[in-house]
């Protein structure tokens, strides 16, 4: 039911303490599935294809494991996530709202 991997955009905001700084190079195949991704997310709708690189610069790879929690409702959010393959239960005051599948995405206010 959970994700098996996902791609954060690194917040700069976190700075030198951040719980994850390094940054990767994202294969062809794999920027062309997160572009499409990313294409509907509406923080990005705006970006020409050199802003869009950009974004591509600050992704990396995150894993987490069914029954992880990934972000706790109230927690300051670091991340904005990718699904690339799984499904992620999305719960608010404990209650299940919804569950994001590849391509699925969360954690926007994070970027903003």
Same mark, same amino acid.
């Given at each position: ?37 990313? &294409? ?54 404990? &209650? ?13 206010? &994070?970027?903003?």
């Amino acid at each position: 039911k959970m994700f098996e991997c996902s791609l954060d955009v690194q917040n700069t905001r976190s700075g030198p303490n951040s719980r994850r700084q390094s940054v990767v190079s994202i294969d062809l195949s794999k920027k062309e599935s997160l572009s499409k991704s990313i &294409a509907k997310n509406a923080l990005f709708l705006h970006l020409n294809e050199e802003e869009m690189s950009e974004v591509f610069d600050y992704l990396f790879p995150s894993i987490a494991e069914q029954e992880d929690t990934i972000i706790q409702q109230g927690d300051e959010g670091d991340n904005f996530y990718i699904i690339e393959q799984g499904a992620v239960d999305i719960y608010v005051n404990d &209650a299940k709202v919804v569950t994001l599948g590849e391509g699925g995405s969360f954690g926007e206010l &994070a970027l903003i």
